[in-house]
């Protein structure tokens, strides 16, 4: 039962245009959400995060949006680079929980071609 | 600052063998996560320590335990290892604040013959 879902196991775009990663969830208790990169040979390292009374947050090339009635969070890269040809994981997390959990979906291998 | 650190980078074991695996946190951090990646199923929990004590367990058979030292050291050991168990094992940090972002190392790649 995966309560984060990537759909799109990849995803190629020319550089210099908008990348966009989906990701959808069922759990209505998720109320933190985050992207992490994962570069080959490399842990995931942390991208950008949204809380759940936003709906979306900037940071630079990227934005995360989020659609709490569809239970739908996307992130754009704007312009797309060849260095950001890595995979991406949106996880999830209730706030209220005391514990580090964070469900992860399967990931989305983005290349981006020169 | 270093960042988490994990030991061995590879490891190679037998069906039925145990393993134990090493992680360092950063500097500072008393929470340690440890996640389970296999391709296609992304990042699954196994647990998260937090001043030695297990704060949280995700849906792992008890062949998966771990533990934590009071310098926020943490180890994981896996008994009786099936082939199913060959996956990259990746162990994360953070001061245990909520939401606070994790940090993770670069994993142990383990292969089960």
């Known amino acids: 039962d995966q309560q984060v879902k990537q759909n799109s196991p990849s995803l190629s775009v020319q550089e210099g245009r908008i990348s966009i990663l989906n990701c959808d969830y069922t759990?209505?208790?998720?109320?933190?959400f985050l992207w992490y990169k994962k570069y080959p040979a490399e842990g995931p390292t942390f991208l950008i995060s949204?809380?759940?009374?936003?709906d979306k947050n900037e940071d630079g090339r990227f934005t995360v949006f989020l659609n709490k009635s569809a239970k739908h969070l996307s992130l754009h890269i704007v312009p797309s680079q060849p260095g950001d040809s890595a995979v991406y994981f949106c996880?999830?997390?209730?706030?209220?929980?005391?514990?580090?959990?964070?469900?992860f979906g399967s990931g989305t291998q983005l290349t981006v071609l020169p | 600052k270093a960042g988490v650190t994990q030991t061995p980078r590879y490891l190679i074991k037998t069906r039925g063998q145990q393993v134990t695996l090493s992680c360092s946190p950063i500097s500072g951090h008393r929470s340690v996560s440890w996640y389970q990646q296999t391709p296609g199923q992304g990042l699954q929990f196994l647990f998260e320590?937090?001043?030695?004590?297990?704060?949280n367990k995700g849906n792992f058979p008890g062949r998966f335990s771990g533990r934590q030292f009071s310098n926020s050291r943490s180890e994981m050991n896996v008994s009786t290892l099936e082939l199913g168990d060959s996956a990259l094992y990746l162990c994360a940090s953070n001061s245990g604040v909520i939401n606070e972002k994790l940090f993770f190392g670069s994993g142990t790649q383990l292969s089960v013959l």
């Open positions: 759990n209505s208790m998720f109320d933190y």
């Open positions: 949204i809380s759940s009374i936003k």
């Open positions: 996880a999830a997390v209730v706030s209220s929980g005391s514990a580090r959990q964070l469900t």
């Open positions: 320590y937090f001043s030695e004590t297990q704060r």
